[in-house]
């Protein structure tokens, strides 16, 4: 496959959208937000804990 023949067919996917577009009703903004923050504090609290040697 050639480099023109390969982003001729990824532009050919993501031109088509219906049932695959990226709104799906089963994912909720706020729970994604909200489990990525409660990631995102976990991974601080974490690192706090293994820098205690200062």
Do not use: K, Q
């Not at 990824?10 to 729970?31: D, V």
């Amino acid at each position: 496959m050639t480099a023109y023949s390969t982003a001729h067919t990824l532009a050919t996917l993501a031109s088509e959208g219906g049932e695959h577009g990226g709104n799906h009703e089963s994912i909720s903004p706020y729970m994604t937000g909200g489990a990525a923050l409660f990631i995102l504090l976990l991974l601080l609290w974490v690192t706090t804990r293994f820098n205690r040697d200062r």
